[in-house]
């Protein structure tokens, strides 16, 4: 039986940690710094066998050099990258992946958008989406276009809907704010914003969160099913009262008014 736990780093990064306590080790996903991981692996009397990374960005990489200092044995995983170092693996779109122990399998699914090299994990119910696909929103396009982002979101969007996502950050209330404004009268968004302020204000992570749920409440996984409240939304997202009839257009538009966006 596998554990999953989100430890909290840096600012507001979770770096995920599948563990198999029987087996005592453990995986690591996107250690942006070493010393939360080292913590919990020798609270739980854990060994350290592989790391995945899905972007070559420092708060999700910064951290394995240490963790291979302490677990030289310890295989990386990460995409076509020269800005990543330390990968024992380059992994490709639609590759699996098999890691022995903890025994766990994934699929790799490019994700181009945030980083045009961006890659995803897919396996054992999970998720590892890094900083393409939050709860509630979605990442910036610092390499990638609308189109390509677009596209990487429609890919995990139709992943099994029980399908638990492990994004790399905590941002699920202040993108409650913005998807609030977009779907002022969306129900489970409404639900999903009070469940995320309970567990925040009881200290605890708001993810995993469930697929099902983000595609009834995630505005970015919504482009072909907004409707429209030409009251509430941003008008760069409207042509003469209408949601933009592109979906690209649409998704850019949605994009570009969540980057000027302020709760
Ligand atoms: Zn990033």
């Known amino acids: 039986m596998l554990r999953l736990s989100p430890l909290p780093a840096l600012a507001d990064n979770y770096i995920w940690l599948l563990a198999d306590p029987g087996l005592a080790t453990a995986l690591a996903v996107d250690p942006g710094e070493a010393a939360p991981v080292l913590q919990a692996l020798a609270a739980q009397e854990l060994t350290l066998t592989a790391i995945l990374l899905t972007h070559h960005h420092p708060d999700h990489i910064g951290g ?21 170092p330390h990968a024992h693996r380059r992994v490709h779109d639609g590759e699996r992946i098999a ?35 939050f709860s509630l929103g979605c990442g910036r396009l610092f390499e990638g276009t609308p189109a390509q982002m677009l596209s990487s979101l429609d890919r995990l969007a139709s992943l099994p809907e029980d399908t638990r996502v492990c994004c790399g950050h905590e941002y699920t209330l202040a993108n409650a ?44 996984l919504r482009v ?31 994009r570009a008014a969540k980057d000027g966006f302020r709760a």
């Open 177 to 220: 704010a913005f998807a609030q404004r977009i779907e002022p009268h969306n129900e489970a968004l409404r639900m999903r914003q009070q469940q995320a302020r309970t567990l925040r204000d009881a200290g605890e992570p708001t993810l995993p969160s469930l697929l099902v749920d983000e595609r009834a409440a995630n505005p970015f």
């Open 99 to 133: 890691i022995e122990s903890p025994a766990a399998q994934f699929q790799v699914i490019a994700v181009p958008g945030h980083t045009r090299t961006h890659v995803a994990y897919h396996g054992e119910g999970l998720l590892f989406c890094g900083d393409t696909l």
């Open 64 to 84: 394995t050099g240490e963790l291979l200092a302490r677990f030289p044995d310890a295989r990386v995983y990460a995409p076509e990258d020269d800005r990543i």
């Open 224 to 254: 072909d099913v907004l409707s429209v409240d030409a009251m509430a939304a941003p008008p760069e997202l409207l042509t003469e009262g209408a949601w933009l009839s592109d979906r690209v257009a649409r998704f850019a538009a949605l």
